[in-house]
């Protein structure tokens, strides 16, 4: 950070400034192993101010201002929205009205963050855009998703358009079908509130496996830079199919809810047996879906995507197979079916990347194994691989908005996810399908991939 900065902290509790530092030494010596008396700590603290009030007030607001005016850093001011959507407009609206989203020089930037969800919907994302839009350019605004500012994420654009090795296989006549999987083990923790009102498709698929399907499908850009990388991957979302035919039905897209189990050697109760949720919710827990892309690239070409709760391990990755050899000319030789060449991009919790071959296992006879070369950003690179949101933050610091979600991408993504809301809706199940906790999901989503004569991988 630049020698002059600081942070103001802004919520509804009053609080000194001396308080808020206490508050704050105590999570570094949490979260960063940082000591009251370290240097780091201390001055990191003397940095810290707080504003409280009511959101709603426009009198916060004014004091804001004047917080500001008072530090007067002599450069810009970055307003980081960690607040719930539902008081998203209020605050952009207050932060307008009093003057604090417009820019000066280029010294004096104004510059604004927000977290998802962003919009429940597409006619609500719209509206949001809206708002912001009256008050903030659009390069003002900086809609943060943490899966953006992980390392593995940023380097499969590298992988892709640095290496001249691997971009040439990169389409339909060497790939056969793309999976993208995030799974988690926890269930709906504490979050039942919101999680009552999102689900899986909002909370997971709409953000966070658009973003990773977008940089695997998307063109080469022209240059590295902000505008060129999401005009590719705005590209690569307006290729996706839709997923509801004209009859208002889909058959490529599967719900279902955690049941009670076992996970990590615990026993874990049901979604329905949570605290806070409606026990007859039909909320959905896990997603999968099957898509395919109009473009030359990929015509043909399935992309499995599944995202759930209380499943066997915790682990994001994307899974690309490539297409077998046109003929088997070891089948009569060995006594084992030659596996499909795989390429896995483990975007967390281990970052890295592997590829599985063919080779020959030693002895006078002639039979094959497949084996994994592997690259892991520790074991290569050594050190701590960055939190994403250290990347992210200083990024929106910076003025570089490469790995933030455009407006156009939030609303066609949502483009393709309503539909499927509103087909789930106007279906008024009083039940869905059901998976035990610690099992990778429903029969459905086994039957959905099978149909096509696959099967997911096993992680």
């Known amino acids: 950070m630049p020698a002059r900065f600081s942070v103001i902290g802004v919520a509804r509790d009053s609080m000194s400034d001396a308080a808020f530092r206490t508050l704050l030494q105590g999570s570094l010596r949490e979260f960063a192993g940082l000591q009251q008396e370290d240097e780091v700590a201390t001055s990191l603290a003397q940095r810290m101010h707080y504003v409280g009030g009511d959101f709603r007030d426009p009198a916060l607001f004014q004091s804001l201002k004047a917080r500001l005016d008072e530090i007067d850093t002599g450069s810009g001011a970055l307003f980081y929205l960690a607040i719930p959507p539902s008081i998203y407009a209020t605050v952009i609206e207050q932060l307008g009205a ?36 009256r008050h903030f350019s659009e390069d003002q605004v900086y809609r943060i998703d943490h899966y953006l500012g992980k390392e593995t994420v940023q380097n499969l654009m590298v992988f ?11 389409n339909r006549r060497y790939i056969d079908h793309v999976q993208i999987t995030a799974a988690e083990t926890v269930g709906v ?65 599967v719900r279902a809810q955690y049941g009670k189990g076992w996970v990590a050697g615990l026993e874990v109760p049901a979604y329905r047996e949570e605290p806070g949720v409606n026990r007859e919710s039909t909320t959905e827990t896990f997603v999968a879906m099957r898509m395919f892309l109009d473009s030359w690239r990929w015509a043909g070409v399935p992309f499995y995507l599944r995202t759930g709760k209380r499943l066997p391990k915790r682990t994001t990755e994307i899974a690309i197979q490539m297409r077998r050899p046109p003929l088997e000319i070891f089948k009569r030789v060995s006594p084992t079916p030659v596996a499909p060449n795989l390429l896995i991009v483990n975007v967390q919790p281990d970052e890295g990347i592997s590829i599985r071959f063919e080779a020959k296992i030693p002895g006078t006879r002639m039979q094959l194994a497949p084996v994994m070369m592997n690259f892991r950003y520790r074991s290569a690179f050594g050190g701590s691989v960055p939190e994403a949101y250290e990347t992210l933050l200083l990024d929106a610091t910076l003025g570089d908005p490469t790995l933030f979600a455009r407006h156009d991408f939030v609303e066609g993504s949502w483009g393709l996810i309503t539909p499927i809301l509103e087909c789930w809706g106007a279906e008024k199940a009083r039940a869905i399908p059901t998976y035990e906790s610690g099992e990778w999901g ?9 149909r096509d004569g696959r099967r997911w991988r096993t992680l």
């Open 98 to 133: 009093v003057g604090l989203a417009s820019q000066g020089s280029s010294q004096q930037w104004r510059r604004i963050i927000v977290e998802k969800p962003f919009g429940t919907d597409l006619a609500s994302a719209r509206e949001l855009n809206q708002i912001l839009h």
């Open 160 to 170: 892709r358009f640095a290496n001249g090795m691997f971009e040439p296989i990169w």
């Open 189 to 253: 923790e504490r979050r039942a509130n919101y999680y009552e009102g999102a689900g899986a498709l909002r909370d997971m698929v709409q953000n966070h496996l658009m973003q990773l399907l977008a940089l695997v499908a998307m063109e080469p850009p022209i240059t590295f830079s902000a505008e060129s990388v999401r005009d590719r991957k705005m590209d690569a979302l307006m290729a996706v199919q839709p997923l509801v035919d004209e009859t208002g039905h889909t058959t490529d897209v």
């Open 442 to 450: 429903p029969a459905e989503a086994d039957a959905l991939i099978s």
